[in-house]
């Protein structure tokens, strides 16, 4: 495969292999919008973390702020930072966790629901235009592809939680 230049990817080596990987992974953040603070590259005017916020809640309904982070993948002081947002925004209600009294449940308000929906309908509308860019013999290797870097990322955390 050769890049919009005109060049072959270096893969001859491990460390040559890493960098390639790297340069694209970053090249694909940058060009999908991740990098934006402000709005989520389907144009909502909302942080990545405050959609998939969101979305998680549409989901998999009610959920405590741990959860939250393992599933958000960021640590507990910005989770109930974003939660604290969300709820300010109306989108999301905080109660005490009545099993435990220590641990906060985190839901979606009608007003979350709706923005929800909203997110997710132009979130698949953004994925169905990127994959129309993609040759259709190709799409099930991409997907099969990014979800081994997933894995790969997954890996390690796995091993630290059996060992």
């Known amino acids: 495969m ?7 990817p270096r893969t001859d080596t491990a460390g040559a292999q890493a960098d390639e990987l790297r340069r694209v992974m970053q090249r694909l953040f940058r060009k999908f919008g991740a990098l934006s603070s402000d709005s989520t590259p389907c144009g909502k005017p909302l942080s990545m973390a405050h959609a998939h916020l969101l979305l998680l809640l549409r989901a998999q309904g009610e959920l ?3 959860a939250l982070c393992a599933e958000l993948c960021i640590d507990k002081s910005n989770v109930a930072r974003l939660c604290a947002k969300a709820a300010d925004a109306g989108h999301v209600e905080q109660k005490t966790n009545a099993c435990d009294g220590r641990s906060r449940l985190i839901s979606l308000t009608p007003r979350g629901v709706s923005l929800a929906r909203e997110v997710d309908a132009t979130s698949r ?3 169905t235009a990127l994959l129309t860019g993609v040759p259709k013999s190709r799409r099930t290797e991409i997907i099969l592809a990014l979800q081994h870097l997933v894995e790969a990322l997954d890996a390690p955390a796995q091993a630290r939680a059996s060992a």
């Open 125 to 127: 509308a953004k994925f």
């Open 64 to 66: 405590t702020q741990q």
């Open 2 to 8: 050769q890049d919009k230049n005109g060049m072959r």
